[in-house]
């Protein structure tokens, strides 16, 4: 059973940067994509990042040369550095490994809190 687990978020001034961390554990295959994901009070989720094992990534255009997704292959992780923070990127920030070859499902971490103070 794969369990991505998330770390690093917290409160931070406009401005500011965090870097957050998610490690996967129970990997019998690789995985190739990985992503992350936000959830604002009262908004449906929406893709921030994904990354591939290749290192081709793609950024929703609201994060687009402020937040920068990397992974480190030999320790199964992928990290999200987020910088110039706005008050818009308030949310709950999730890992996600999407339904990939050698896994016929998804999976989600537990989420981590980004707050923004203005």
């Known amino acids: 059973q794969v369990q991505l687990v998330e770390s690093g978020g917290g409160l931070v001034q406009t401005g500011g940067s965090l870097r957050l961390s998610c490690a996967a554990s129970?990997?019998?295959?690789?995985?190739?994509?990985l992503g992350w994901y936000r959830q604002a009070p009262g908004k449906q989720r929406e893709l921030v990042a994904v990354?591939?094992?290749?290192?081709?990534?793609n950024y929703a255009d609201s994060v687009k040369g402020r937040f920068t997704i990397s992974r480190d292959n030999a320790k199964s992780t992928v990290y999200l550095q987020m910088n110039s923070l706005k008050p818009e990127d308030t949310a709950v920030y999730y890992c996600?490994?999407?339904?990939?070859?050698?896994?016929?499902?998804?999976?989600w971490g537990q989420g981590t809190q980004v707050t923004v103070s203005s």
């Open positions: 996600n490994a999407p339904p990939q070859v050698g896994y016929s499902r998804g999976y």
């Open positions: 129970g990997i019998i295959f690789p995985i190739n994509v």
């Open positions: 990354i591939t094992s290749g290192g081709s990534t």
